[in-house]
């Protein structure tokens, strides 16, 4: 996946884990990051059947861009997301 910048870039990928939890029914069990720049992420995704019965639509609908997403701290990166349920 890439993006224009990290804020971009961790906004397409929270919603393509959206995406793909909707639309496989899936729960999300590990997440393996193989490499990561500022405009590009690669990850590895394991996954099990959600519990039946359990609608995944209503629970996250997306990841938004409000204010300031990402940014470079002394001890790493620190981000802030606002998800539309």
């Given at each position: 996946?890439?993006?224009?910048?990290?804020?971009?870039?961790?906004?397409?990928?929270?919603?393509?884990?959206?995406?793909?939890?909707?639309?496989?029914?899936?729960?999300l069990?590990?997440?393996?990051?193989?490499?990561?720049?500022?405009k590009?992420?690669?990850?590895?995704?394991?996954?099990?059947?959600?519990?039946?019965?359990?609608?995944?639509?209503?629970?996250?609908?997306?990841?938004?861009?409000?204010?300031?997403?990402?940014?470079?701290?002394?001890?790493?990166?620190?981000?802030?997301?606002?998800?539309?349920?």
């Amino acid at each position: 996946m890439e993006g224009s910048d990290p804020g971009d870039l961790l906004i397409l990928w929270l919603n393509e884990l959206v995406f793909l939890i909707q639309t496989r029914g899936r729960r999300l069990t590990a997440l393996r990051i193989d490499s990561i720049s500022d405009k590009k992420l690669e990850a590895t995704l394991v996954g099990k059947p959600a519990p039946a019965g359990r609608d995944l639509a209503v629970e996250v609908k997306s990841a938004t861009r409000s204010g300031k997403l990402v940014e470079k701290t002394k001890d790493g990166w620190s981000a802030k997301v606002v998800l539309d349920v």
